[in-house]
T-cell receptor, first 113, second 115 residues
């Protein structure tokens, strides 16, 4: 069964700092990869997804992620974070046969002014 | 479009009591999921429906949890009897169809506290 690891549990950054959140998965076959975000008091929502093609995918609000197959990674990046990016970020993977998503434990991002 | 609706938002019960959660997915979404999110962990799939049939319930504790989606639209998740370790947020999600190209849309969840 697939699993997802997010090694950064809590990240604190100042506004305008660059962000990179790590995500590694364990599955040897074809995968679909997702980043979801949960803003305080809101529901989980899709940030970006990778199914195939260009391994660098762009999502909403200036976020991007790069799929590196050889490293089993799908790290999330943003060049300059804003206070409004304060949220919890979840990496998730499914193996393409169904939409059963396996989530990581999440990374809480706190952006200070 | 209207999002995934869940109720109640919060529920506090004592152990050994029963509880039920309700979910109404986005109109036209054939696939419905129930996830359990324990504090400090990522969501864990409990059960997945395709229309009114169960696709995956391998992680559902069937001795105490049950779920149904009788008419292929809304769904209920029940816990009977509840245990302390069931304290969590129960998330409902829906997608247009089963398949890798259909991202999930989540509701706000029901936060259950078992005392």
């Amino acid at each position: 069964a697939q699993s997802v690891s997010q090694h950064n549990h809590h990240v604190i950054l100042s506004e305008a700092a660059s962000l990179e959140l790590g995500c590694n998965y364990s599955y040897g076959g074809t995968v679909n990869l997702f980043w979801y975000v949960q803003y305080p008091g809101q529901h989980l929502q899709l940030l970006l997804k990778y199914f195939s093609g260009d391994p660098l995918v762009k999502g909403i609000k200036g976020f991007e992620a790069e799929f590196i197959k050889s490293k089993f990674s799908f790290n999330l990046r943003k060049p300059s974070v804003q206070w409004s990016d304060t949220a919890e970020y979840f990496c998730a993977v499914n193996t393409g046969t169904a939409s059963k998503l396996t989530f990581g434990t999440g990374t809480r991002l706190q952006v200070t002014l | 479009e209207a999002g995934v609706a869940q109720s109640p938002r919060y529920k506090i019960i004592e152990k050994r009591q029963s509880v039920a959660f309700w979910c109404n997915p986005i109109s036209g979404h054939a696939t419905l999921y129930w996830y359990q999110q324990i504090l400090g962990q990522g969501p864990k799939l409990l059960i997945q429906f395709q229309n009114n049939g169960v696709v995956d319930d391998s992680q559902l504790p069937k001795d105490r949890f049950s779920a149904e989606r009788l008419k292929g639209v809304d769904s209920t998740l029940k816990i009977q009897p509840a245990k302390l370790e069931d304290s969590a947020v129960y998330l409902c999600a829906s997608s247009y169809r089963t398949g890798e190209v259909s991202p999930l849309h989540f509701g706000n969840g029901t936060r259950l506290t078992v005392t």
